[in-house]
């Protein structure tokens, strides 16, 4: 497992390389932590691993993991679950959404309930 740091993440997302970037908090906490073009996939699932290859097509994809913050230790938790699942490169942004925040960029916005 690598660190990633904001700069980095930037530099994929320009450069539009080929990843996947999964947020790995429960969808209740992703909906306020989403980093636009994440999917959820909570590490505390018991098919994280399966979940995220299915997502991302083969292990063989590179696989960036996030959670809320560097306090927060759901990424390191699912960086360590995927490299014993024999994911070949995974990057573990431990900032999170705090950083990525900090750093002047916008999460997404959640779509709001219809009301009626």
């Known amino acids: ?14 450069n539009n390389d080929d990843f996947l970037l999964v947020n790995t ?21 018991a098919d994280f691993a399966d979940n995220v290859e299915s997502t991302a097509g083969g292990k063989d994809k590179p696989i960036v993991v996030y959670c809320a913050s560097q306090q927060c230790q759901s990424s390191t938790k699912a960086a360590e679950k995927l490299e014993r699942a024999g994911f070949e490169t995974v990057y573990d942004y431990e900032g999170g959404a705090k950083a990525w925040t900090e750093s002047g960029h916008v999460l997404a916005v959640p779509e709001e309930v219809e009301r009626t």
């Open 1 to 14: 497992m690598q660190s990633l740091e904001t700069t980095q993440l930037e530099r994929m997302i320009d």
């Open 25 to 45: 908090l429960s969808a209740e906490d992703f909906a306020q932590t989403e980093i636009p073009g994440s999917v959820n996939i909570p590490q505390n699932d």
